[in-house]
Nanobody, 128 residues
Framework: QVLLVESGGTLVQAGGSLRISCSASGYKFNNYAVGWFRQAPGKEREFVAAINWSGHATYYTDSVQGRFTISRDNAKSTVDLTMNNLKPEDTGIYYC?????????????????????WGRGTQVTVSS
């Protein structure tokens, strides 16, 4: 059974930094792409960042490009999202998602949500 568990979400001031993590188990982690999505209150879930199976290719939504960095450690089956210069609009529940068949970062963006494995999320709140 695939299990994705997010951690590290907390309250942080605008301009600050935070790293959240996702720990995976129950499948061959290093064969698949992984990504982060977020959902702000009253809004739909949106894509944030993705990383391919090897960790050598990444993809970001425009609003976080240059501020967020996604990375993975295949030996530990973990993926991190390091967030710098946080803004109040970054507030939301951050979800980890993994492909079931794709290896590239863009597979995370293109796959229908039902075709991804999801964690339960971790809350990130950025105060102004």
């Amino acid at each position: 059974q695939v299990l994705l568990v997010e951690s590290g979400g907390t309250l942080v001031q605008a301009g600050g930094s935070l790293r959240i993590s996702c720990s995976a188990s129950g499948y061959k982690f290093n064969n698949y792409a992984v990504g982060w999505f977020r959902q702000a209150p009253g809004k739909e879930r949106e894509f944030v960042a993705a990383i391919n199976w090897s960790g050598h290719a990444t993809y970001y939504t425009d609003s976080v490009q240059g501020r967020f960095t996604i990375s993975r450690d295949n030996a530990k089956s973990t993926v991190d999202l390091t967030m710098n210069n946080l803004k109040p609009e970054d507030t939301g529940i951050y979800y980890c998602a993994a492909t079931r068949t794709g290896m590239s970062a863009t597979d995370i963006v293109q796959a229908p949500p039902v075709n991804l494995n999801w964690g339960r999320g971790t809350q990130v709140t950025v105060s102004s």
